[in-house]
């Protein structure tokens, strides 16, 4: 299991003393991170949350919050207004305010991507210290390869620098993406680059999609290089599209023990079932995240009833 890591250098004791903390509780003391990523509403407006295989409680924002509640997250991103109107309900859950998105209208064809800070961190301040809410930290979605990369890593760097002067995790989404980058999005070498380039910043944590391989599969091995690129940054991969449970346990099983990752960030393979089920995926996902149990184990936690 990972080793609990020391705070950044440049904060002051107490901030040290509290990044040290909301380390330690995101992290379950395992120095493993179990992020339910919910800023989809904002990055795929509705598509994620209706239709198809969706489960109908999905429709309504507080199934996300629901959810949270009761699985055994680290913590849970959403973007602070949507965090706001339903936190109240919610104050015992670890929360990460997500300060940038984007919608996903307009096309890399048409546009390369930019995602710019939405709050400022002077209104994180406000909103940590009068919420009563449990903040632990920040996140912000750079997308490497953008002719608008320059502003993307200005702000990023500037936010986890106050992040950790306020004692907060500083986790960055990092996406590689643009007309420069084309089809090579997920690229395992571009891919250890932007792994690396989160270091650079200062990022605690850095959340990659999973690097594939020449057929176009999920291939652990290929994450090495991003892990090693990212040193003391810990590297934890998106879930993607929901997909079949035991097939994602497997996978997150290869990341963590061959690619060397530390952990996940996922959001639709969660939502999108109803509640009960999506509590116990979360469950399945804990045992292996935190607890550093196998794949049969924690598939078992899927149907505790069967």
Not at 103 to 132: C, E, N, Y
Not at 139 to 155: H, K, V
Not at 159 to 181: C, E, N, S
Not at 203 to 215: C, E, G, Y
């Given at each position: ?173 990092a996406y590689p993406r643009g007309k420069a980058v084309g089809e090579r999005e997920q690229d395992p070498h571009l891919i250890a680059g932007a ?112």
């Amino acid at each position: 299991m990972p080793k609990i890591t020391q705070a950044p250098l440049g904060m002051s004791a107490e901030s040290a003393r509290r990044w040290t903390e909301n380390y330690r509780l995101t992290t379950q003391d395992s120095g493993r991170l179990f992020l339910m990523a919910g800023d989809q509403k904002v990055e795929h407006l509705n598509d994620d949350f209706i239709g198809g295989h969706v489960a109908t409680d999905d429709s309504d924002p507080e199934h996300l919050f629901r959810i949270a509640s009761e699985a055994p997250v680290g913590c849970f991103a959403a973007q602070m207004g949507l965090i706001a109107r339903y936190g109240m309900d919610y104050r015992d859950t670890p929360y990460l305010l997500k300060l940038n998105s984007k919608t996903h209208l307009i096309k890399t064809a048409q546009r390369d991507p930019i995602s710019l800070q939405w709050q400022s961190m002077a209104q994180v301040h406000d909103f940590v210290r009068h919420s009563g809410l449990r903040v632990v930290g920040v996140g912000y979605t750079i997308y490497p390869g953008s002719e608008f990369e320059p502003t993307m890593l200005s702000e990023a760097a500037r936010i986890i620098q106050d992040a950790h002067a306020m004692g907060l995790l500083a986790v960055i989404w990092a996406y590689p993406r643009g007309k420069a980058v084309g089809e090579r999005e997920q690229d395992p070498h571009l891919i250890a680059g932007a792994a690396g380039l989160a270091a650079c910043l200062g990022a605690d944590f850095v959340k990659i999609n999973p690097p594939l391989n020449a057929a176009g599969a999920m291939d652990g091995t290929l994450l090495g290089e991003a892990v090693a690129a990212a040193g003391r940054t810990q590297v934890v991969c998106a879930g993607g599209s929901e997909t079949d449970a035991p097939e994602f346990l497997q996978r997150l099983y290869e990341q963590i023990h061959v690619g060397g990752t530390q952990g996940c960030a996922t959001g639709r393979n969660v939502h999108q079932r109803s509640q009960p089920d999506a509590v116990n995926f979360c469950k399945a996902i804990h045992a292996i995240v935190v607890h550093n149990q196998g794949v049969d184990e924690a598939v078992k936690l899927l149907n505790p009833n069967a």
